[in-house]
């Protein structure tokens, strides 16, 4: 499965989208989202709960003040992206990359980390990782 989302591209174009206080709600078995390109947007205060994210582009999205539950992000790029205040639980992140974003005063709870998740030069000032676990595959 990860060698056939490697191999696609983006479908749906959501980049620098205003996306302050939208709401999105889906139900299993179609709660995921996949392929969709969240570049630049700002998702400020976004909560996003008992979803799954395959290969979406996160570059320089704005997540401050977010709240995820439950979510799931496979193949996911948040290069540069803001967390400022967010918080993270019971979510995992398989082939992930944090790479230069800034993740301050934010919480990480109940996370399994799988396989490739990559926080270099990132800004992690006041930020808390609880009950971490890392899966090598």
Known sequence: ???VIQ?????TDFS????RGVTISLSAPNNFIHFVDFSGADL???EFSNFQ???CEFN???FSNSNMNN???VLCDFTEAKFINSKFSQA???DVSFRNAEIIDGSFKQIIFIDNVDFSNADLKGTSFDEINVIIK
Do not use: D, W, Y
């Open 92 to 94: 995992t992140f398989h």
């Open 53 to 55: 994210f395959r290969a």
């Open 71 to 73: 979510v799931v992000f």
């Open 16 to 19: 620098n989208a205003n996306l």
């Open 60 to 62: 320089g999205t704005n």
């Open 7 to 11: 191999n696609e591209s983006v479908r």
């Open 1 to 3: 499965l990860i060698e």
């Open 44 to 46: 400020t205060g976004i």
